[in-house]
């Protein structure tokens, strides 16, 4: 998001160590089946078209559970995030257009639950991201092109 190991929230942190959890068991439940049919030669062509999607979820799964090790590998990596600019898993505080100031959370993941978050692929988030205070950054609404001020960062 920034071109650099990017650090990782606690919030986002557990979420995909939920969700790396479930996909190792989904992914050993799949891998069961694949293992328990394994040897039945008197199959149909239904029968390994079925093993055939089995297979394939599989390797979705082992790409996912890839993707979240080493996304949990950089977030480590990284460290905590800068107190001079925004990046993902930043605290801002952001003054819009129309004067009204608020705290949020540069986050990577989002969270229906937390009102404060601005996911940093989000147009708000982008344009926040390498931002310091005092920088006005201009991004796009539903209503048209608007500006906000980083007031602070940390």
């Known amino acids: 998001m920034t071109g650099g190991p990017e650090p990782l929230s606690t919030a986002a942190r ?31 062509r239904a029968d390994q078209a079925d093993e055939l999607q089995r297979a394939d979820e599989l390797d979705r799964l082992d790409g996912r559970v890839s993707e979240i090790e080493g996304r949990l590998r950089e977030g480590a990596a990284a460290g905590a995030p800068s107190t001079d600019t925004v990046g993902v898993g930043s605290g801002v505080t952001v003054r819009f257009a129309d004067g009204t100031e608020s705290a949020l959370h540069v986050g990577e993941l989002a969270n229906a639950l937390d009102a404060t978050l601005v996911t940093a692929d989000s ?23 608007t500006t906000a001020v980083v007031v602070s960062v940390g």
């Open 14 to 44: 557990a979420a995909l160590e939920r969700e790396l959890a479930d996909l190792r068991t989904e992914r050993e439940a799949v891998a069961a089946t694949l293992r328990d049919g394994g040897g039945d030669e008197t199959g149909d």
């Open 123 to 145: 147009p708000l988030g982008r344009a926040l991201l390498g931002h310091g205070a005092g920088d006005t950054v201009t991004y796009d609404t539903p209503d048209g092109r």
